[in-house]
């Protein structure tokens, strides 16, 4: 059974995250199978990394941390690492618009709020 959870202190000492930095961690019994990296910063969250061992456990860890950052009050979601663009825009994230070709930006509450697909 997969859990995403918080990292715990091992796994935020093995990535050297800083006090500031969030981390999300997804297990496979206790395996871990993947991560997400982001920081908020007032009513932003930025995604600085997703590492995952399956493509189909990306959408959960990005979901998940948008779903936690929001209850504090974050509104919108950034990404501004190239190479995850693809991989948001298999999880509904898109660019806005032409003027910033390099991020990637949501408002949260309408990621969550639009209508699943069958």
């Known amino acids: 059974m997969v859990s995403i959870v918080p990292a715990d202190e091992a796994l935020r000492k093995r990535l050297g995250l800083n006090p500031d930095e969030l981390c999300l ?24 990394d997703v590492t995952m061992d399956d493509g189909s456990i990306a959408d959960g860890l990005i979901r998940a ?3 936690a950052v929001s209850r504090e009050g974050v ?12 991989l948001f825009g298999k999880t509904g994230l898109t660019r806005d618009g032409e003027s910033r070709p390099v991020e990637i930006r949501i408002d949260i509450e309408r990621l969550f709020n639009k209508d699943c697909k069958n």
């Open 25 to 48: 961690a997804a297990y496979d019994g206790g395996e871990l199978i993947g991560r997400i990296l982001y920081r908020t910063e007032k009513d932003e969250v930025f995604i600085d």
């Open 65 to 67: 941390a948008l779903n």
């Open 75 to 86: 509104k919108t979601a950034v990404c501004r690492k190239g190479s995850l663009f693809d």
